[in-house]
């Protein structure tokens, strides 16, 4: 089983939107996943048209009343996609569980129990993924994601400041390597909205590829309409416009994602970008493609 979690502290760069639309795409490939709302604003929640009945038991419950993860976990309208809803009184459970013993493992040892009864009871590994929606901060909530996942996903608006924020992640990500959880590692880094069109979009891409090789999905996600309207009909993308440019990025990603599990670093096999030293600038996307001088 690979458990990831989705973060960026940014909000609005795709997170919940890659849990959701890499989860169906994942469970179209036949896996079995489980997908997390650890937002309080429960914006996968809705994604996924699971808001109702609005007293149901939520990943609040798990977190704050002790309730086994079994109990909050619920099918989707996606064949092998399950999902653990989130809830509006979630944003008080920072503050509620302020002094509460092994607060950053909770999340860690609800899912261990679910995966130990399920092998227990002869079923096995209970799914192949579970994917974990971050909120837009670096809190409890985060890190009770990082500590329960194997694996970091990076999801990056390629615009400018997208290299700012990631100095800070990557520490907080190594501060819990360090503390709870020595073989979380950042194994995959999302490029989310991106329009090929714009040359700073490119630019950025070409950066972050520089400081994070072989960690860059080679599929960058393409900013399409149908993947914005898709949340307010309670639909993946899958669903809602399966022909769409949007199905098709998440697809192909959901594949890089399984031959990763297969060994294959992202976008290792067919990279375009090759990364230079570090010391010299990135080159646009036309540099990298033209010859250089023989003298150079
Ligand atoms: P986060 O979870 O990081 O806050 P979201 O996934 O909710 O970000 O995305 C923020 C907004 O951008 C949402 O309205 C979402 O529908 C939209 N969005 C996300 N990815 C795309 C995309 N590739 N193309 C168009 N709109 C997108
Ligand atoms: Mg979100």
Excluded at 87 to 96: F, Q
Aim: with cysteine; hydrophobic share 40%; net charge negative.
């Amino acid at each position: 089983m690979r458990s990831i979690a989705l973060i960026n502290q940014k909000g609005g760069v795709g997170k919940t939107t890659t849990v959701v639309n890499l989860g169906a795409a994942l469970a179209e490939a036949g896996q079995r996943v489980l997908v997390v709302d650890l937002d309080p604003q429960a914006n996968m929640t809705l994604h996924l048209g699971l808001e109702d009945p609005p007293d149901g038991v939520s990943v609040y419950g798990v977190l704050v009343e002790g309730t086994p993860l079994v109990e909050a976990i619920r099918p989707t309208a996606t064949p092998g996609l399950l999902a653990v809803r989130s809830h509006l009184d979630l944003s008080g459970a920072e503050l509620e569980l302020a002094n509460a013993f092994g607060r950053e493992t909770i999340l860690r040892d609800a899912l261990n129990a679910w995966r130990e009864e399920s092998k227990r009871s002869g079923k096995g590994e209970p799914v192949d993924f579970v994917l974990f929606d971050c909120p837009p901060s670096l809190g409890l909530l985060s890190v009770n994601g990082l500590a329960a996942a194997s694996e970091v996903f990076v999801a990056v608006q390629t615009e400018f400041f997208a290299l700012q924020g990631m100095s800070k992640l990557v520490e907080v990500v190594q501060l819990i390597q360090r503390r709870l959880h020595p073989e979380l590692a950042i194994t995959g880094i999302v490029p989310c909205l991106y329009d090929n069109r714009l040359r700073l979009a490119r630019e950025v891409l070409g950066e972050v590829r520089k400081h994070f090789p072989g960690r860059v999905f080679r599929q960058a996600i393409g900013a399409n309409v149908k993947l914005a309207e898709a949340p307010s009909f309670g639909k993946t993308i899958l669903e809602y416009a399966p022909d769409s440019n949007g199905a098709r990025d998440y697809r192909q990603l959901a594949q890089e994602v399984l031959a990763q599990s297969a060994g294959n670093a992202p976008g290792e096999e067919r990279e375009v970008f090759i990364p230079r030293p570090p010391e010299e600038p990135a080159p646009t996307q036309q540099e990298a493609s033209t010859p250089e001088p023989a003298d150079s």
